[in-house]
C-alpha cells in the first residue's frame, strides 16, 4: 500500500465491500460459479448424443391381424412394440402413460387407433405407425425422398442452452446478490447507521453495480469457457459485442435486483419477491426451449422480458454472428429496464 | 488533536438546542414537548427508563427521524437546510447497529472514513478505541464489549465536534462498560460534545456534566448529577424489610412511622420492603428501630445508602428506572 492514511473515494471503499462480502461467502460463490456449470455439464451430457427418439406403442388382441401388425410395426426404428391380450389392460397402459397409442385391428382389416392428441409423443406415434402400417400393406409413396440429417456445431442443444444458462446466471446473481445483502443490511439495521454518515445514497447503490461487473466478467468467462472448452460451443460474433450484452444485462437485472429489494424488511420477504420476479422469466424468456412456443398473444409481453432480451441478444452474438446493429431491439429492452428499475429504487427505496 | 473555536461568539452558541419537540407514532406520543439545550463541550446525559423518549429524541436530533412538531438546530443548523453539512460534523452511535459480520475491524473503519471530507487518521481510531490487536479480525469474531468500541471508532472517524452515543454500555458486562467510560472520558477531556442516553443512574452520575430525566416524552428534571440529588433533599436514604413482607404495616402505620423518623415523606415500597429519605441517619435509625420494636414486628433487613439519580427518579415518578 503506498498511502494508506489517504481515504480511497467513497465509492471505491463501497464496491471493495460488496467484493469483500462477497468473496467472504463461500456458499454464494457456489451458487454462481460452480452451480451454472454443474447445470450445464448435466444438460450438455443428457442431451449430446441424443439416439433418435423411440416411442412406445401397444397392439391389443390376439388375432393373426393383430399379430402381423405388431410385427411390422416391431420392424419401424423408432418404435417400441408391446402385445395387450385384453382391450382392458391396454387402455390401462394408455392412460398411465407407458405406450402412446394403442392399434387394435378391426375384423374387416380396418385398423383403430387411441390415442391423446394434446401429447407430442402420442402424435408422432400416429403418423409413424400409420405410415408403418400403409406402407406394409402395400402403399406405395408418390414422391421420392432423400433425407439429410444434420448435427452441425452451433444448432445443437447444448449450444442453444450455453446462452441461455449465460443469461439465467446474470440474471441470477445479479438480482440475488442485491437483494440478498441490501435486505441484510436493512434488517441489521447498517442501512441506517450508513444514511447516518455523509455517504451519498446513490452511491451506495451504484456500488452494487460496479461491484457486479467485476464478479460478470469472471462469470461469463467460466461459463463461455466450459461450453467452449468441454462442448466445443462457438463463439461466432466478436468479444467486444458479447461483452457488451454482457454488461448492459447485468446492470439491467442489478437495477432490478436494487427494485425488488428497494422496499422489504425480511430475506424471507425478499426472496418472495425475487421469485415472483424471476419465475416467469424462467418459462417464457426460452432459457431451455425457444420462447416461440408460447401462443403469439404473449410474444408482445415475453420480447419486452429482459431475460428475453438477454438470451436472444446472446444467442444471436454467440451463434449466429451478429454484431451491434442487429441487437438494436435487445439492447433498447435492456436499456429501459436499468433506466427505469434504478430512477424507481432510488425514489421508493427504504433506507431504514 | 482538533483545534477548537475559541471566540466568545461560538462558546455562546447552544452545541445543541431542541424546542417543543413532539413525536407520535401510530398509537403512542413518543416525544412530548420536549426541550433542551446542551452546551459546547460538555457531556450531557438523556436519563430515563426504556420506552420513556430517549432513543426518538436522539434520533431526531441526529436526522434520521423527522419531528411532527418542534425544532432541532446543531451549532445554528438545522436539518431541513443543512443536512449535508450537518452529517459532516457529527458523530454517531447508534442503540443498535449490526456492522458487516464479514469485514475486518480496519476495513469498516477505512469504509466510514470514506464518507467524510475531513476525518481522523484510521490507525489512530483504531488504537483509541484499544482495537490495534483486532485490526485484522472479522467483526463477526469480536465480543460485544469489542463491537460496542468499534461502533464508537466508526463514530469517531469523521473527527465530530458532536458525538451521539444511544445507549453505549447496555448489555455489556462491567468489565466492558467501565473500559467505554473511560473511552468516553478522553473523548470528553478532548473537548467534544457528547449527547448520551443511557438507562444507567451510575454512567449517568460518572459520565456525565448535566443530565435530563426523561419521563413520558418529557424533561422532568434537569441539572448537574449533584443539583439533581441535592434536589431531593435527603443526606441519606434508609431501606429496610420486615417479617410478613409489604403487608406486616399498613398505611396508617407506615405513616407514623415517616413522621417519627422525619423522613422527607412517608416510606414508599421498595423491593419488598420500604425506603425512607432522612437528613440524619444517626437520629431516623434509632427511631426507626423503636417504632418497629413497639409494633412486635421484626425487622429482616436495614441498609442505608448515599442518595443516586435513581432516588431522583423514584422521587419524581413513583417508579423505578429499571420498572419502565
Known amino acids: 500500500m503506498a498511502d494508506t492514511n489517504r481515504p480511497r473515494p467513497a465509492i471505491v471503499e463501497l464496491t471493495l465491500v460488496r467484493f469483500r462480502e462477497f468473496i467472504r461467502e463461500p456458499e454464494a460463490v457456489f451458487w454462481t460459479f460452480v452451480f451454472p456449470l454443474l447445470l450445464a455439464a448435466g444438460l450438455g451430457i443428457a442431451f449430446r448424443n441424443r439416439p433418435p427418439e423411440t416411442v412406445r406403442v401397444g397392439v391389443v388382441g390376439t388375432s393373426p391381424a393383430a399379430r402381423q401388425t405388431a410385427e411390422a410395426l416391431r420392424a419401424s426404428k423408432g418404435l417400441i412394440v408391446e402385445s395387450f391380450d385384453a382391450d382392458s389392460s391396454a387402455q390401462r397402459a394408455l392412460q398411465t402413460g407407458t405406450v402412446a397409442l394403442v392399434v387394435a385391428r378391426g375384423e374387416a382389416g380396418n385398423a383403430e387407433y387411441s390415442f391423446d392428441p394434446s401429447r407430442p409423443d402420442a402424435r408422432s406415434a400416429r403418423s409413424l405407425v400409420d405410415e408403418t402400417l400403409q406402407r406394409s400393406a402395400g402403399r406405395v409413396d408418390p414422391i421420392a425422398v432423400k433425407e439429410q440429417t444434420v448435427q452441425a456445431r452451433g444448432s445443437r442443444y447444448i449450444d442453444f442452452l450455453i446462452p441461455g444458462l449465460l443469461g439465467l446466471n446474470i440474471m441470477g446473481s445479479s438480482v440475488w446478490s442485491i437483494a440478498f445483502s441490501i435486505v441484510t443490511a436493512r434488517n441489521k439495521k447498517l442501512l441506517k447507521r450508513l444514511v447516518a454518515t455523509p455517504m451519498p445514497r446513490s452511491q451506495y447503490l451504484l456500488s452494487f453495480l460496479t461491484s457486479r461487473l467485476v464478479f460478470l466478467i469472471a462469470e461469463v468467462a467460466v461459463l463461455i469457457g466450459f461450453g467452449h472448452w468441454v462442448f466445443d460451443v462457438p463463439v461466432r460474433g466478436s468479444i467486444g459485442t458479447l461483452a457488451l450484452v454482457c454488461l448492459i444485462a447485468a446492470l439491467a437485472f442489478s437495477s432490478i435486483g436494487l427494485l425488488v429489494s428497494s422496499r422489504a424488511t425480511t430475506v424471507e420477504g425478499a426472496s418472495g419477491i425475487t421469485n415472483l420476479v424471476m419465475m416467469p422469466m424462467w418459462i417464457f424468456s426460452g432459457v431451455f426451449f425457444s420462447s416461440s412456443n408460447f401462443p403469439a398473444a404473449f410474444q408482445p409481453v415475453i420480447r419486452a422480458l429482459p431475460l428475453t432480451a438477454t438470451v436472444d441478444a446472446l444467442r444471436a452474438a454467440m451463434l449466429q454472428g451478429a454484431g451491434l446493429g442487429a441487437l438494436g431491439g435487445e439492447l433498447l429492452v435492456l436499456g429501459v429496464w436499468l433506466v427505469v428499475a434504478f430512477s424507481v429504487a432510488l425514489k421508493i427505496f427504504r433506507w431504514r | ?324
Not at chain 2, 226 to 233: D, G, H, M, V
Open chain 2, 1 to 324: 488533536m482538533r483545534e477548537r473555536q475559541g471566540s466568545a461568539e461560538v462558546q455562546r452558541t447552544p452545541a445543541l438546542s431542541v424546542r417543543a419537540l413532539v413525536k407520535r407514532f401510530a398509537d403512542v406520543v413518543a416525544v412530548n414537548g420536549l426541550d433542551l439545550e446542551v452546551r459546547q463541550g460538555e457531556c450531557f446525559g438523556l436519563l430515563g427508563p426504556n420506552g420513556a423518549g430517549k432513543t426518538t429524541t436522539i434520533e431526531i436530533c441526529e436526522g434520521l427521524t423527522i419531528p411532527d412538531e418542534g425544532e432541532v438546530a446543531i451549532g445554528g443548523q438545522r436539518w431541513s437546510h443543512d443536512a449535508r453539512a450537518l452529517r459532516q460534523r457529527i458523530g454517531i452511535q447508534l442503540q443498535e447497529t449490526q456492522l458487516s459480520e464479514k469485514l475486518t475491524v480496519e476495513e469498516t473503519v477505512r469504509l466510514f472514513r470514506s464518507f467524510y471530507a475531513k476525518g481522523q487518521d484510521v490507525d489512530r481510531v483504531i488504537g483509541l478505541v484499544q482495537l490495534d490487536e483486532k485490526r485484522k479480525s472479522r467483526v463477526g469474531t469480536l465480543s460485544g464489549g469489542q463491537k460496542q468500541r468499534l461502533a464508537l471508532a466508526c463514530a469517531l472517524i469523521g473527527d465530530p465536534e458532536l458525538l451521539f452515543l444511544d445507549e453505549p454500555t447496555t448489555g455489556l458486562d462491567p468489565q466492558s462498560r467501565r473500559q467505554l467510560w473511560e473511552l468516553v472520558e478522553s473523548l470528553k477531556a478532548d473537548g467534544r460534545t457528547i449527547v448520551l442516553t443511557t438507562h444507567y443512574m451510575d454512567e449517568a452520575e460518572r459520565l456525565c456534566d448535566r443530565v435530563a430525566i426523561v419521563d413520558h416524552g418529557k424533561v422532568i428534571a434537569l441539572g448537574t448529577p449533584r443539583e439533581l440529588i441535592t434536589s431531593i433533599a435527603a443526606a441519606q436514604v434508609v431501606s429496610f424489610a420486615v417479617t410478613g413482607g409489604e403487608t406486616a404495616l399498613d398505611a396508617a402505620a407506615l405513616e407514623e412511622i415517616g413522621r417519627a423518623v422525619s423522613a422527607t415523606h412517608a416510606p414508599r415500597a421498595s423491593d419488598g420492603g420500604w425506603e425512607l429519605h432522612v437528613a440524619a441517619p444517626h437520629e431516623a435509625v434509632p427511631a426507626l428501630l423503636e417504632q418497629l420494636r413497639r409494633r412486635g414486628v421484626e425487622l429482616t433487613e436495614l441498609r442505608t445508602h448515599s442518595p443516586t439519580l435513581e432516588d431522583v427518579f423514584v422521587t419524581l415518578t413513583g417508579r423505578a428506572l429499571r420498572d419502565g
